[in-house]
Nanobody
Framework: QVQLVESGGGLVQAGGSLRLSCAAS????????MHWFRQAPGKEREFVAR????????DYADSVKGRFTISRDNLKNTVYLQMNNLRPDDTAVYYC????????????WGQGTQVTVSS
């Protein structure tokens, strides 16, 4: 059973920072592309960032480039999303996801963690 468990969400003022963590079942982040998505109230879920399984290549949504950084620690089976200079429109439930090595379509999802940015 693959498990992805997010943590680190909370309430922060605009301009502040948060670091989200995604604890994965052992071995998952070694072999899967890892992603962060988010879903704001009344909106569809959207891609935020990903890190590839093999070369640690990263990709970001335009809206977060230069502010968010995705990273992973294979020894800790954990993926991180460092979020700086947060804005109110970053408010959403943030989800960790895993896709197979040769696909970008997530196969596994976490339960999500709420991030709220106040103005």
């Amino acid at each position: 059973q693959v498990q992805l468990v997010e943590s680190g969400g909370g309430l922060v003022q605009a301009g502040g920072s948060l670091r989200l963590s995604c604890a994965a079942s052992k071995g998952i982040i070694d072999d899967y592309n890892m992603h962060w998505f988010r879903q704001a109230p009344g909106k569809e879920r959207e891609f935020v960032a990903r890190v590839s399984w093999r070369l640690d290549e990263t990709d970001y949504a335009d809206s977060v480039k230069g502010r968010f950084t995705i990273s992973r620690d294979n020894l800790k089976n954990t993926v991180y999303l460092q979020m700086n200079n947060l804005r109110p429109d970053d408010t959403a439930v943030y989800y960790c996801a895993a896709s197979g090595a040769f696909t970008l379509t997530p196969r596994y999802w976490g339960q999500g963690t709420q991030v709220t940015v106040s103005s």
